[in-house]
């Protein structure tokens, strides 16, 4: 089943480095529209289950560490095709793998702190965003 919408998180660097506004006219500027969106802080707790996926991999302590240090910029995005379009956005997990002029390309420092999330799947996106947003604050 496909549905229009994908999640995001601006990660603690490109919040820190003052990115929200260029990545956030990036996402307007290619066509997705913005249904629910919000500054918030993870729990270690919230960033483990959020990532509970990855818990046997090697660098899952640091990416719970990474993801709770300062705020993000969690948001639902809609377009046609969201989920494969917003990845195509952002770039590959590794910005040094990443094509020019995707988000991690340009903002992002390394594998693991790479600037933003994007959903893999549309079934991922519906999880992940009830898992920041209640029914009312989308809109
Ligand atoms: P993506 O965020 O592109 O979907 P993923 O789901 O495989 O990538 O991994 C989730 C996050 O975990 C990723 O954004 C950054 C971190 N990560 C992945 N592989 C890593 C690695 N080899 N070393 C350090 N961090 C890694
Ligand atoms: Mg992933």
Redesign the pocket.
């Known amino acids: 089943m496909r549905t229009d919408r994908t999640f995001t998180m601006l990660?603690p660097d490109a919040v820190e480095k003052g990115h929200i506004g260029a990545i956030l006219e990036k996402i307007n500027a290619s066509g997705f529209r913005i249904v629910a969106m919000k500054l918030t802080h993870m729990t270690t707790q919230d960033a483990q289950a959020f990532?509970a996926?990855?818990s046997e991999?090697?660098?899952?302590g640091?990416?719970v560490e990474?993801m709770t240090r300062g705020p993000i910029v969690a948001a639902i995005l809609e377009k046609e095709n969201a989920v494969e379009d917003f990845?195509t956005l952002?770039g590959?997990?590794?910005p040094a793998d990443a094509a020019e002029g995707t988000i991690?390309k340009l903002y992002a420092a390394?594998?693991?702190?790479?600037a933003?999330?994007?959903?893999?799947s549309d079934e991922n996106a519906a999880i992940e965003g009830a898992f920041h947003f209640a029914g009312r604050e989308m809109f």
């Open positions: 990660k990532y996926v990855h991999r090697p660098f899952y640091e990416l990474y990845r952002i590959a997990t590794n991690r390394s594998i693991g702190e790479n933003v999330h994007g959903s893999d």
